[in-house]
Nanobody, 114 residues
């Protein structure tokens, strides 16, 4: 059974930082690219960032470039999202995904106040 569990969300003021984690089980983690997505109330789910199996290639949405950093630890089956210089428009539920599959976590809430 595939499970993805996100953690690390919370409430911060604009300009603050958070680090999200996603623990993956039930798949050979190192075989897969991973992605972070987010969904704000009343909006479609949107891509935030992806990372390839080795961590050597990343792809960021323009809205988070220069502020967010994705990384992964294949020994621990974990993927991380370091979020700096947070803005109110970053407020959303953040979900990790085994890229190009239907495996999703339940998400972690990030709220940024102005």
């Amino acid at each position: 059974q595939v499970q993805l569990v996100e953690s690390g969300g919370g409430s911060v003021q604009a300009g603050g930082s958070l680090r999200l984690s996603c623990t993956v089980s039930g798949v050979t983690f190192s075989y897969y690219a991973m992605g972070w997505f987010r969904q704000a109330p009343g909006k479609e789910r949107e891509f935030v960032v992806g990372i390839n199996w080795s961590g050597g290639t990343t792809n960021y949405a323009d809205s988070v470039k220069g502020r967010f950093t994705i990384s992964r630890d294949n020994a621990r089956n974990m993927v991380y999202l370091q979020m700096n210089s947070l803005k109110p428009e970053d407020t959303a539920v953040y979900l990790c995904n085994v890229y190009s599959t239907n495996y999703w976590g339940q998400g972690t809430q990030v709220t940024v106040s102005s």
